[in-house]
């Protein structure tokens, strides 16, 4: 996650070149390039928020799931204007390989988030149907729910 901040910190720091250039010397094209990665910083800012700064070893993959669906769909639109615009807009060559390595981690990222939601849903999925059969976990009470039914009649 550090290696990811690192190239993103980099990105936004050239990126605050766009802004502080000259309004005139942009055209709708470059300042579209800046609300890309405007998003991008927010969607950032969100991860952080789910690692609580990289302090939670344990994130909920359906949370991540989502903000790395969203990070891979925006990094795909990134990746798209900084071909576009590359030379128009002046993007220095080393902001479009981070942009494209941080493109490809962040894929890396979605992929295990969203295959560790998949299983979660599995999981809680089979449990449930477990319970209302009557499967191990019905005879012994909820098993997830902490219940625990007691046999009724003569001990």
């Given at each position: 996650m550090t290696h990811i901040r690192s190239h993103i910190l980099a990105a936004f720091a050239i990126a605050g070149i766009f802004v502080t250039a000259p309004a005139f010397?942009?055209?709708?094209?470059?300042?579209?390039?800046?609300?890309?990665?405007?998003?991008?910083?927010?969607?950032?800012?969100?991860?952080?928020?789910?690692?609580?700064?990289?302090?939670?070893?344990?994130?909920?993959?359906?949370?991540?799931?989502?903000?790395?669906?969203?990070?891979?769909?925006?990094?795909?639109?990134?990746?798209?204007?900084?071909?576009?615009?590359?030379?128009?807009?002046?993007?220095?060559?080393?902001?479009?390989?981070?942009?494209?390595?941080?493109?490809?981690?962040?894929?890396?990222f979605k992929g295990q988030a969203c295959g560790a939601a998949a299983k979660m849903a599995e999981m809680e999925k089979r449990a449930k149907q477990q319970a209302q059969q009557g499967g191990p976990a019905g005879k012994m009470g909820g098993g997830l729910t902490g219940t625990l039914s007691v046999p009724k009649g003569a001990l």
């Open positions: 010397a942009q055209s709708s094209a470059c300042q579209e390039g800046q609300k890309i990665l405007q998003e991008r910083q927010g969607l950032i800012q969100q991860v952080n928020k789910l690692t609580n700064g990289g302090k939670n070893k344990q994130i909920d993959p359906r949370a991540a799931c989502a903000i790395f669906t969203k990070l891979v769909t925006n990094g795909s639109a990134g990746q798209k204007w900084m071909t576009d615009n590359k030379d128009w807009c002046q993007v220095p060559d080393q902001l479009v390989e981070s942009f494209a390595e941080d493109h490809k981690r962040s894929q890396q």
